[in-house]
């Protein structure tokens, strides 16, 4: 670890604690986390990959930090799954909704250094730790903007647990404050030259996942389309006025692309589909023009996920 990701004495302290599994050690973690400014950037080392920084305030991160030394990544095992099978070395990369960069630092290495990623984050809350993250991947640039149908501003509705910061308000209940965030069509950041065509897209934007891709037809609807992993969230979808079922439903009705789309049965069952309820899943969608990545997917109508390996039946 270089002297840059070293932890601050009172996250080293920490650390300990709760690795020690002493009682108190969480409860003393979130107030300590409201206190001192450096617990709001840890690293956590993942073996193999750059460090990632988290903020110890946001749920979720203490049990990340907790955990630190990983041997793998640990976070959402399935996608990655599906990810090593589909990005190739010298890629283009888009993660929409780059949150603390987990997803920036996996693809960024599995694009290589020839390759590129362009993280994208609307919740401005967020940026202290990304740029940290993103600052150790040499190819990867950071956009503090959200992806929407069209450019301008809306307003954030950012809870309590800011990674569920969304332009819906879909997590009533909880304490929330509203900011306003710029937004950017894919559509016009290709026009002006100012960002290179996917050959990856991740997404992941509670809900605003339909307004991302209508502001990239120029991107998606054509037949060098990308790879779309993206999230259906129904109730953040219901609350910016669609169904999340629309989303694979968009993708499906591209002509130019010509997608096979897959969705999430269950963490490690892909099953492929043609039409969609109400979905709380994430979806795959891959361009005819890129199954050849993966041939088996042009026949095979159910994805398999076990011990972080891909097949297709």
């Given at each position: 670890?270089?002297?840059?990701?070293?932890?601050?004495?009172?996250?080293?302290?920490?650390?300990?604690?709760?690795?020690?599994?002493?009682?108190?050690?969480?409860r003393a973690t979130d107030a300590a986390a409201r206190r001192f400014p450096?617990?709001?950037?840890?690293?956590?080392?993942?073996?193999?990959?750059?460090?990632?920084?988290?903020?110890?305030?946001?749920?979720?991160?203490?049990?990340?930090?907790?955990?630190?030394?990983?041997?793998?990544?640990?976070?959402?095992?399935?996608?990655?799954?599906?990810?090593?099978?589909?990005?190739?070395?010298?890629?283009?990369?888009?993660?929409?909704?780059?949150?603390?960069?987990?997803?920036?630092?996996?693809?960024?290495?599995?694009?290589?250094?020839?390759?590129?990623?362009?993280?994208?984050?609307?919740?401005?809350?967020?940026?202290?730790?990304?740029?940290?993250?993103?600052?150790?991947?040499?190819?990867?640039?950071?956009?503090?903007?959200?992806?929407?149908?069209?450019?301008?501003?809306?307003?954030?509705?950012?809870?309590?647990?800011?990674?569920?910061?969304?332009?819906?308000?879909?997590?009533?209940?909880?304490?929330?404050?509203?900011?306003?965030?710029?937004?950017?069509?894919?559509?016009?950041?290709?026009?002006?030259?100012?960002?290179?065509?996917?050959?990856?897209?991740?997404?992941?934007?509670?809900?605003?996942?339909?307004?991302?891709?209508?502001?990239?037809?120029?991107?998606?609807?054509?037949?060098?389309?990308?790879?779309?992993?993206?999230?259906?969230?129904?109730?953040?979808?219901?609350?910016?006025?669609?169904?999340?079922?629309?989303?694979?439903?968009?993708?499906?009705?591209?002509?130019?692309?010509?997608?096979?789309?897959?969705?999430?049965?269950?963490?490690?069952?892909?099953?492929?589909?043609?039409?969609?309820?109400?979905?709380?899943?994430?979806?795959?969608?891959?361009?005819?023009?890129?199954?050849?990545?993966?041939?088996?997917?042009?026949?095979?109508?159910?994805?398999?996920?076990?011990?972080?390996?891909?097949?297709?039946?």
């Amino acid at each position: 670890m270089s002297a840059s990701a070293r932890p601050s004495l009172a996250a080293r302290l920490l650390h300990a604690w709760l690795r020690s599994g002493v009682r108190g050690a969480w409860r003393a973690t979130d107030a300590a986390a409201r206190r001192f400014p450096s617990l709001h950037r840890v690293p956590v080392v993942v073996r193999g990959y750059p460090t990632v920084y988290v903020d110890l305030r946001i749920p979720g991160m203490t049990e990340l930090f907790r955990r630190s030394p990983h041997d793998s990544p640990p976070w959402e095992a399935e996608q990655q799954a599906l990810l090593r099978r589909l990005v190739r070395p010298g890629d283009v990369a888009y993660d929409v909704g780059a949150n603390v960069g987990l997803h920036s630092v996996f693809l960024s290495v599995l694009v290589g250094p020839a390759g590129r990623v362009h993280a994208f984050e609307a919740n401005s809350e967020l940026y202290e730790t990304l740029r940290r993250t993103v600052g150790g991947l040499a190819n990867c640039t950071l956009h503090e903007f959200g992806l929407a149908e069209a450019d301008g501003e809306m307003l954030l509705t950012i809870p309590e647990n800011r990674e569920m910061a969304s332009l819906g308000a879909w997590t009533e209940g909880q304490p929330a404050t509203t900011r306003r965030c710029a937004l950017r069509s894919v559509d016009s950041l290709l026009a002006a030259g100012t960002l290179p065509p996917a050959d990856v897209v991740k997404c992941d934007i509670e809900g605003a996942e339909l307004l991302m891709l209508r502001g990239a037809r120029r991107l998606v609807d054509t037949p060098s389309a990308p790879i779309v992993l993206a999230e259906a969230n129904a109730g953040a979808a219901r609350a910016l006025g669609y169904s999340s079922g629309d989303v694979p439903r968009f993708l499906l009705e591209l002509p130019a692309a010509r997608y096979t789309l897959f969705v999430e049965e269950t963490p490690s069952r892909w099953v492929r589909a043609t039409r969609f309820g109400e979905l709380n899943q994430y979806v795959l969608a891959v361009p005819a023009a890129r199954l050849d990545r993966w041939p088996e997917l042009e026949r095979g109508t159910v994805i398999e996920v076990r011990g972080g390996e891909a097949t297709v039946n």
